[in-house]
C-alpha cells in the first residue's frame, strides 16, 4: 500500500529493471478528476506518451486521461 507517488515510483523500478530507459519513464503531476492533485508516470513511445495511473486499469495517451497537467520531471530526472 501507499499513495500515488508509491505507487510511480515502483512501477519506474520495475520498468527500468526490464529494460525500458530512464529518461523515457517521467513522473507528472496532475490535477485529477476530483480537482485534487496526483501523481502518474508516463512513459515516452515512439507512439506517443502513455499515462500510467494506479486510478485506472487502462494505460491511456495523456491526451485522453481529462487530467489537467501541471508539471513534468524532464529527461534528467530534474
Given at each position: 500500500?501507499?499513495?500515488c507517488?508509491?505507487?510511480?515510483?515502483?512501477?519506474?523500478?520495475?520498468?527500468?529493471?526490464?529494460?525500458?530507459p530512464?529518461?523515457?519513464?517521467?513522473?507528472?503531476?496532475?490535477?485529477?478528476?476530483?480537482?485534487?492533485?496526483?501523481?502518474?508516470?508516463?512513459?515516452?513511445?515512439?507512439?506517443?506518451?502513455?499515462?500510467?495511473?494506479?486510478?485506472?486499469?487502462?494505460?491511456?495517451?495523456?491526451?485522453?486521461?481529462?487530467?489537467?497537467?501541471?508539471?513534468?520531471?524532464?529527461?534528467?530526472?530534474?
Open positions: 500500500s501507499g499513495d507517488e508509491d505507487y510511480q515510483l515502483l512501477k519506474r523500478r520495475a520498468l527500468a529493471a526490464l529494460g525500458v530512464r529518461r523515457a519513464l517521467r513522473m507528472t503531476v496532475v490535477i485529477d478528476d476530483e480537482g485534487l492533485g496526483h501523481a502518474v508516470l508516463i512513459v515516452r513511445t515512439t507512439g506517443g506518451d502513455l499515462v500510467l495511473d494506479n486510478k485506472r486499469d487502462a494505460v491511456l495517451p495523456w491526451t485522453e486521461t481529462g487530467y489537467a497537467f501541471v508539471k513534468r520531471e524532464d529527461e534528467h530526472g530534474l
